[in-house]
């Protein structure tokens, strides 16, 4: 069975611009969750998708945004990149998030790198 | 709000010797509690989990127990190996509620030594 898995590994990007991230779930799952993990800030949740729909949001600028596919794919963008948005962006899934102690798969995330 | 609060690392250690690592939680329901283990340059593996007071999540020789009376989810191996050096996090999950995120802890840097 397929991971979870996230493009592009790594992406390099200068202030101001924008950058897509793109996460495909394991087959099966409806939900996916995006984090960040930035150096000294740790693990950080930013966006959870549940059959095509935001559910939850963690504490981020509106400039981080996302949608989910009906293939339930899901695409992190985030704009008007800023120095402090370096980190590893990792995608997670479960087979669904609702009221749910199932737990969160995660992929090998995508560096994102500002010049 | 839900915190999870991890031993500061990095932890050295000799290699088949007994490891440890401390976490608590605070929580206002009642989450399910998790170990995640991240190697270099890969992202996060579910190493264990429970669910509920009193489970005990258990793989790979890792065990940590589920205890509400002391809040604490501590994770424990009897004999390390140097392929176990990662950085490992504990993390909580509200199952009660609808938020459905994942709260780490700082996570705790093993080396293992040959």
């Known amino acids: 069975e397929a991971g979870v898995t996230q493009s592009p590994t790594h992406l390099i990007k200068t202030r101001g611009q924008q950058a897509t991230l793109r996460c495909s779930p394991i087959?099966?799952?409806?939900?996916v969750y995006w984090y960040q993990q930035a150096l000294g800030l740790g693990l950080q949740f930013l966006l959870w998708?549940?059959?095509?729909?935001?559910?939850n949001r963690g504490n981020f600028p509106p400039r981080f945004s996302g949608r989910q596919f009906p293939n339930y794919s899901s695409e992190l963008n985030v704009n008007a990149l800023e120095l402090e948005d370096s980190a590893l962006y990792l995608c997670a899934s479960s087979q669904t998030g609702h009221y749910s102690n199932q737990p969160q798969h995660f992929g090998d995330g995508t560096r994102l790198s500002i010049l | 709000g839900d915190s999870v609060t991890q031993m500061e690392g990095p932890v050295t250690l000799s290699e088949e010797a007994f490891l440890t690592i401390n976490c608590t939680y605070t929580a206002t329901g009642y989450p399910s509690l998790f170990w995640y283990v991240q190697y270099p340059g890969e992202g996060l593996q579910l190493l264990l989990k429970?669910?509920?007071?009193?489970d005990k999540g258990s793989n790979k020789g890792f065990e940590a127990t589920y205890r509400k009376e002391t809040t604490s989810f501590h994770l424990e191996k009897g004999s390390v190996q140097v392929s176990d050096s990662a950085v490992y996090f504990c993390?909580?999950?509200?199952?009660?509620?609808?938020?459905?995120?994942?709260?780490f802890g700082t996570g705790t840097l093993l080396a293992v030594q040959p």
């Open positions: 429970a669910t509920k007071a009193d």
């Open positions: 993390a909580l999950s509200d199952r009660g509620g609808a938020t459905n995120k994942l709260i």
């Open positions: 087959s099966g799952h409806t939900s």
């Open positions: 998708y549940d059959e095509g729909e935001e559910r």
